[in-house]
């Protein structure tokens, strides 16, 4: 188990996936020119995190989908921090129940994936590389 990397700022990228993401589409987790979008970890209480970029927060809407919300952190911006037996980071939206995924073809970020896979096929799971506060 790893700690929380509570008021670090931090990117996430698919665990054993790159986004192929065309010139044109864009994501969540990559910023202009395809580099990593670099979230501040958020404490929430009781494992719980909220994703802060710029001046808002990755938000999941009752369908699971993502987007940056401005302002506060509430139950749609939440996230119960997870990790797999190996380690490997997972994000429970509060709002769904569901963890939180990447389409990699598109760069999609959702909150539908019921858990992790043994295929790895869920999509789920996240490399949380530390930068600077």
């Known amino acids: 188990m790893h700690p929380i990397p509570l008021d670090k700022t931090v990117t996430l990228t698919l665990q054993g996936t790159k986004l192929a993401l065309a010139e044109h589409e864009t994501s969540i987790l990559a910023q202009d020119g395809g580099e990593a979008a670099r979230f501040r970890i958020v404490g929430m209480g009781a494992g719980r995190v909220a994703l802060a970029l710029g001046g808002g927060h990755l938000s999941i809407n009752a369908t ?3 987007w940056v ?4 952190a509430g139950v749609g911006e939440t996230f119960q921090w997870m990790e797999t037996i190996y380690g490997e980071p997972m994000l429970m939206s509060l709002a769904t129940n569901r963890y939180l ?3 990699p073809a598109s760069g999609q970020v959702s909150a539908t994936s019921p858990g992790a896979r043994s295929d790895r096929a869920d999509h789920a799971r996240f490399v949380v590389a ?3 506060r």
Do not use: F, I, R, S
Not at 69 to 72: A, D, F, I, L, V
């Open 64 to 66: 699971g989908d993502a």
């Open 69 to 72: 919300k401005p302002g506060e």
């Open 101 to 103: 995924t990447v389409d």
């Open 130 to 132: 530390v930068g600077e």
